[in-house]
C-alpha cells in the first residue's frame, strides 16, 4: 500500500495568516493527489486534485503543488470558515489511501 | 445537483452483517467514468477507503478488508450498496458514500455519511 504522512498532525493559525500542510508518499503517484477539508459532522469536500488542479467553486486561497511523492497544499489569508481537518489523498493505486490529516486550529 | 444519502442500521451487533446504502441523485453509473466509492471514518480517527464500484461493473476492494465486503449497484434505481459481514467494535464508524470520476481520480461529492456503532 502507498502510505500517505502528513506533517504537521495540527497547527494553529489565526485569520488572515498564510498555512502550508505537507504530505508525502511512500511511492511515486504522479500527480495523482487530491487534498479534502473535512469538518465535524459535514461531508469532506474537495479542494484540489490533480495535486494542483483547483476545484470548481473552492476559493483561490487555496493552492496545491507537487508531484512524484511530495506534495503541499497552501492556504493563504486565512479565513474563519478554513479551520478544519485536511487530508491528502493518492489517487493512482489500489488500495486508495488517505493521509492521517491535518487539524487546523485558530490561534 | 448531486446529493447522496447514505442509509442503513445506526446500531448492529457484533458477528452480524451490516448493510449500507447509498442513494444518489445528479448523475447515473450509467455514465462513462463515473464510480461510487465508500469510505469510513472511526471516532476520532482518519478517513479509510473501503471499495469502489464503476459503471462498468469494475469493483475495487481495500484488501485489508476484502474477505468482509461486498459492493453492488442497482443502477436504474441509482443505488449502491455495501455489505460488510462479521462486524466488530473496530469496525464503528462514520460510513460516507462518495462520487468518483475517472478523469479526476477524486471523490467529488460526498454523503453526509452515517454513524453505524457495532455493540452489543
Known amino acids: 500500500d502507498v502510505q500517505m504522512t502528513q506533517s504537521p498532525s495540527s497547527v494553529s493559525a489565526s485569520i488572515g495568516d498564510s498555512v502550508t500542510i505537507t504530505c508525502r508518499a511512500s511511492q511515486d503517484v504522479s500527480s495523482w493527489l487530491v487534498w479534502y477539508q473535512h469538518k465535524p459532522g459535514k461531508a469532506p469536500k474537495v479542494l484540489i486534485y490533480a495535486a494542483s488542479t483547483l476545484q470548481s467553486g473552492v476559493p483561490s486561497r487555496f493552492s496545491g503543488s507537487g508531484s512524484g511523492t511530495e506534495f503541499t497544499l497552501t492556504i493563504s489569508s486565512l479565513q474563519p470558515e478554513d479551520f478544519a481537518t485536511y487530508y491528502c489523498?493518492?489517487?493512482?493505486?489500489?488500495?486508495?489511501?488517505f493521509g492521517q490529516g491535518t487539524r487546523l486550529e485558530i490561534k | 445537483q448531486i446529493t447522496l444519502k447514505e442509509s442503513g442500521p445506526t446500531l448492529v451487533k457484533p458477528t452480524q452483517t451490516l448493510t449500507l446504502t447509498c442513494s444518489f441523485s445528479?448523475?447515473?453509473?450509467?455514465?462513462?467514468?463515473?464510480?461510487v466509492g465508500w469510505i469510513r471514518q472511526p471516532p476520532g480517527k482518519a478517513l479509510e477507503w473501503l471499495a469502489l464500484i464503476y459503471w462498468d461493473d469494475e469493483i475495487r476492494y481495500n484488501p485489508s478488508l476484502r474477505s468482509r465486503l461486498t459492493i453492488t449497484k442497482d443502477t436504474s434505481r441509482n443505488q449502491v450498496v455495501l455489505t460488510m459481514t462479521n462486524v466488530d467494535p473496530v469496525d464503528t464508524a462514520t460510513y460516507f458514500c462518495?462520487?468518483?470520476?475517472?478523469?479526476?481520480?477524486?471523490?467529488?461529492?460526498w454523503g453526509q455519511g452515517t454513524l453505524v456503532t457495532v455493540s452489543s
Open positions: 445528479g448523475f447515473s453509473l450509467f455514465t462513462t467514468g463515473v464510480g
Open positions: 462518495a462520487h468518483r470520476m475517472t478523469t479526476t481520480k477524486a471523490f467529488v461529492d
Open positions: 489523498q493518492q489517487a493512482v493505486v489500489f488500495p486508495i489511501t
